[in-house]
């Protein structure tokens, strides 16, 4: 039988995959037993290790630009990302080793609100470079999924209602979310589906990336050779079993992604078969050393706004 370490890995997994999940399933998906499945989870989110909660796409919220910033910094480093840490539109900051010292990835409502952004980081006291890149096309996020249609679906109160408590707990029960919004507990569960099956919501784990693990969270670079074989570099990228996050983007790198590697061996096999592709120019590589940002949570002012529109 796998270690409990492993097994908490797998868990975690399947749980920011499907934070709804029934303990049930989770342990036939793990091979053991539901009462050890259900303990464990309790026991992650008592000791901070995860937070279940409903994340809601940057488009529905009205954010649809994406970019991914990486800063060189000079000095004293903590000011610089406790400054970064109150953007409110960083969405994820890291500090990380590597050729650069920070990741810091930006969400906005239009380009000219990228560029607000970026000026404003730019003068950050210790900012002494940045790394531009703007997402083209998102190949996989773990917590948010693919891209919904959001031109097909109409909101209302209670959708707001319901992803509002779901922002908090993503596994409070379709009777306590009828206890706090007043509807039927059948309504609540149809309308919280609906919102899952459209992929404006996702509701899975994210992990606090504070404690003591042997995994390793990567990120890498991909610098494309500009011929015809980009599709199978994405496709190899795609096929790593434990990718968070891939993009197709603009600026310094053609790919950029994110794996949550189980070891440093797991980390370097990945990379090695990346580096060795025939489509691939050059790999750069960095290690999340430390998170300080990982939001999903946001105010629905914006979806509020855009429905009353």
Do not use: K
Not at 106 to 133: H, K, L, T
Not at 160 to 185: K, V
């Amino acid at each position: 039988m796998a270690g409990v370490e492993d097994i908490d890995e797998d868990l975690i997994r399947a749980l920011q995959l499907d934070g709804r999940a029934q303990f049930s399933a989770l342990a036939d998906r793990l091979g053991v037993h539901r009462g050890f499945v259900a303990q464990r989870v309790h026991e992650l989110i008592a000791e901070g290790e995860i937070r279940i909660l409903a994340a809601v796409h940057p488009r529905v919220v009205g954010l649809p630009i994406q970019a991914n910033l990486q800063l060189r910094l000079s000095g004293p480093t903590s000011p610089v990302f406790e400054r970064l840490s109150e953007f409110s539109n960083v969405v994820f900051l890291s500090e990380i080793s590597g050729r650069t010292q920070a990741v810091v990835e930006v969400w906005a409502a239009d380009q000219e609100d990228v560029g607000r952004s970026v000026r404003a980081i730019q003068a950050i006291d210790g900012v002494v470079g940045v790394d531009f890149s703007l997402y083209d096309r998102v190949l996989r996020r773990l917590r948010l999924g693919e891209d919904p249609a959001v031109s097909d679906l109409v909101f209302d109160d209670f959708d707001i209602a319901l992803i509002a408590e779901l922002q908090l707990d993503g596994r409070l029960t379709f009777g306590e979310l009828s206890r706090r919004t007043g509807r039927s507990a059948s309504a609540c569960r149809a309308r919280v589906l609906r919102l899952l099956d459209s992929g404006v919501m996702r509701i899975g784990a994210v992990r606090s990336r504070r404690s003591a693990t042997s995994s390793v969270l990567s990120g890498v670079g991909v610098i494309l050779r500009g011929g015809e074989g980009a599709a199978s570099v994405e496709e190899l990228l795609l096929g790593v079993p434990t990718i968070e996050f891939a993009a197709r983007t603009l600026g310094r790198y053609g790919l950029i992604a994110t794996i949550a590697a189980r070891s440093l061996v797991d980390y370097t096999e990945i990379v090695r078969a990346l580096r060795a592709h025939p489509e691939v120019a050059r790999v750069e590589t960095w290690i999340h050393a430390h998170v300080w940002v990982e939001r999903y949570e946001w105010s629905l002012d914006r979806l509020e706004r855009n429905r009353r529109a």
